[in-house]
C-alpha cells in the first residue's frame, strides 16, 4: 500500500507562505487523486484541496485563490502552496488518498472513498 507523509509545515506571520509537500513511498500515486486536509485544535478535520489522477484541481471555499496544489508523479510528491496565510490557517495539515474528488458548490469540493492512512501530518502555525 502507498504510505504517505506530509512536510514542510511551520511558525509563519500572517501574509506569508509555506509550501507543504506529501510523498509517498511503498508504491505510486498515479491512479489516485490525493488530497489535503487540515484540522484545527477543537475542530472537525476538513478537506483543504485535492489533486485528482487526471489533473483536475479542487479547492475549499476557504482557500481559493491562496492556496495552489501540484503534483510531480516522477518524484512521487504532491505540493500545496499555501500564500496570504491568515492565522485561521492554523492547524495540522494532512494528505492522503481519494478516490474521486467532485465539485460541491458550497464548500468547494467533496470526497469519495477517502483513505484513513492518515500519517503523522505537519503543524501549521500561523501567527497575527
Known amino acids: 500500500d502507498v504510505q504517505l507523509q506530509a512536510s514542510g509545515g511551520g511558525l509563519v506571520q500572517a501574509g506569508g507562505s509555506l509550501r507543504l509537500s506529501c510523498a509517498a513511498s511503498g508504491g505510486t500515486f498515479d491512479d489516485y487523486a490525493i488530497g489535503w486536509f487540515r484540522q484545527a485544535e477543537g475542530k472537525e478535520r476538513e478537506g483543504v484541496s485535492c489533486?485528482?489522477?487526471?489533473?483536475?484541481?479542487y479547492y475549499a471555499k476557504s482557500v481559493k485563490g491562496r492556496f495552489t496544489i501540484s503534483r510531480d508523479n516522477t518524484k512521487n510528491t504532491v505540493y500545496l502552496q499555501m500564500n496570504s496565510l491568515i492565522p485561521e490557517d492554523t492547524a495540522a495539515y494532512y494528505c492522503?488518498?481519494?478516490?474521486?474528488?467532485?465539485?460541491?458548490?458550497?464548500?468547494?469540493?467533496?470526497?469519495?472513498?477517502?483513505?484513513?492512512?492518515w500519517g503523522q501530518g505537519t503543524l501549521v502555525t500561523v501567527s497575527s
Open positions: 489533486s485528482a489522477w487526471d489533473g483536475g484541481k
Open positions: 492522503t488518498t481519494i478516490r474521486l474528488c467532485v465539485v460541491d458548490y458550497q464548500t468547494g469540493f467533496a470526497t469519495v472513498g477517502v483513505s484513513d492512512n
